[in-house]
């Protein structure tokens, strides 16, 4: 019973197509959070959200908007995909008190072709 | 700005032998970082491996090690004797220990354990 889950779990886009991922935690957190991962790159943030109905830019939220409709759920969605936004994109969940330990998800591998 | 820098992967090893990961950590914007190992099972999210969040002590969990060591600005991780299970990537992350919440990770060391 993960408590961070993700889907889909891999994606084949076109190239100006619209592409939503999501995101669904039971740990019953107040913080969310999608990262995109490169290859050979660490995890760079692009959205999070403390609360539901409400979203926060991160280092690279370009090209992406984030919706988090409930505490249980948030996700990330590319209006115009594009051949850059190759990645895999991670989702994870904390506490308010401990921000920084987080839960994570197994990932979406998205291929923009 | 605060970055993270890890062992350039992949990293293999035979079983029972042991292992470092380097980690060294610039953090130009947090006054006390935290500081963190992940861990990426094949098909699998980053869990949290282990957290120190004061310089000088050491965290450890499932046998791995690692000293947050202030001075020289690392946090290796450690482990004496690998087994085949702990084949993962590994993470390196910094976080504030208030104010900021952000965590900066390391690109990830893919480590292979050969039976």
């Known amino acids: 019973e993960a408590a961070v889950t993700q889907s889909p779990r891999s994606k084949v886009a076109v190239t100006g197509g619209k592409v939503t991922l999501s995101c669904h935690q039971t740990n019953n957190h107040d913080y969310m959070y999608w990262y995109r991962q490169d290859t050979g790159h660490g995890l760079r943030l692009i959205h999070y959200s403390y609360v539901a109905d409400s979203t926060e830019k991160g280092d690279i939220p370009d090209g992406y908007k984030a919706s988090r409709p409930s505490q249980e759920n948030f996700s990330l969605i590319l209006e115009l995909a594009s051949l850059s936004q190759t990645a895999v994109y991670f989702c994870?969940?904390?506490?308010?008190?401990?921000?920084?330990?987080?839960?994570f998800g197994p990932g979406t591998r998205l291929l923009v072709l | 700005g605060d970055s993270v820098t890890q062992t350039e992967g992949p990293v293999t090893v035979s079983e029972s032998e042991s292992l470092i990961i380097n980690c060294t950590y610039s953090a130009t914007s947090i006054a006390y970082p935290n500081l963190f190992w992940y861990v990426r099972y094949p098909g699998e999210g980053l869990q949290l491996l282990l957290k120190v969040i004061t310089a000088g002590q050491k965290g450890s969990s499932r046998g791995f090690e690692a000293t947050y060591n202030k001075e020289t600005t690392s946090f290796h991780l450690q482990k004496a004797s690998v087994q085949e299970s702990d084949s993962a990537v590994y993470y390196c992350a910094l976080g504030a220990s208030s104010g900021s919440w952000q965590l900066i990770f390391g690109s990830g060391t893919q480590l292979t354990v050969m039976p």
């Open positions: 994870a969940s904390s506490e308010s008190g401990t921000k920084d330990t987080q839960y």
